[in-house]
């Protein structure tokens, strides 16, 4: 369900964009037409999430993450683009505190991976829209920088989850852990970026 809302919701915004091209196999690659970056985005999430049934039967967090490349004029920069949300209606803004803050430790089998968005992620990496549509109403969308080996790691670990940080002195909260798992993913989006660019060495 959640990934045939996912589609739908894309297609129509792709539809109403212009120099959008459609997603094929699971990727989505465009410019943007603002700063005229071009974008690579798997538009099939690694979908991460935790109970936090002490507040109501059934309640969840979510946290989405999927590979993002920003390519400007042949300088590639790579992040964890995604979504955090809930479903629960938190009006006094308590509760998500992964994504509602620039902080998420991702544990990828034996192998933890900081992840930081400052206030002016999006700006700085060139994306004047979202790549992708939220998966749910007041959803909070996530941009955390990283490299190509990262994202590489994480496509093809055998477990995922992650931990927010809480209040210091607070009780530590519980882990988000895999939710979904997309079919193609990681896998179509490296295929579509093609293999990594050389290291150029200035000539003598």
Excluded: H
């Amino acid at each position: 369900m959640l990934k045939s809302s996912l589609s739908a919701l894309l297609l129509a915004t792709c539809l109403s964009q212009a120099g959008c091209v459609a997603p094929q196999a699971g990727v989505r690659q465009y410019q943007d037409e603002s700063t005229a970056v071009t974008i690579t985005v798997a538009t099939e999430p690694v979908v991460l999430a935790r109970e936090v049934s002490m507040l109501a039967v059934n309640a969840r967090d979510y946290v989405s993450l999927q590979p993002l490349e920003v390519n400007r004029s042949g300088q590639r920069r790579y992040y964890f683009f995604g979504y955090g949300w809930s479903t629960i209606d938190r009006r006094d803004g308590a509760g998500l505190a992964a994504p509602a803050d620039v902080e998420l430790a991702l544990q990828a089998d034996d192998r933890t991976i900081a992840l930081r968005m400052s206030p002016r992620e999006f700006q700085n990496a060139g994306l004047s829209v979202l790549p992708l549509p939220s998966p749910a109403p007041g959803a909070r969308p996530l941009l955390f920088p990283s490299d190509r080996a990262t994202l590489l790691f994480v496509g093809t670990a055998r477990v995922l989850s992650a931990q927010s940080p809480g209040p210091a002195g607070a009780t530590p909260v519980e882990p988000y852990r895999q939710w979904t798992v997309p079919d193609a993913g990681f896998k179509t989006f490296f295929e579509r970026i093609g293999p990594a660019q050389p290291i150029r060495t200035p000539s003598r």
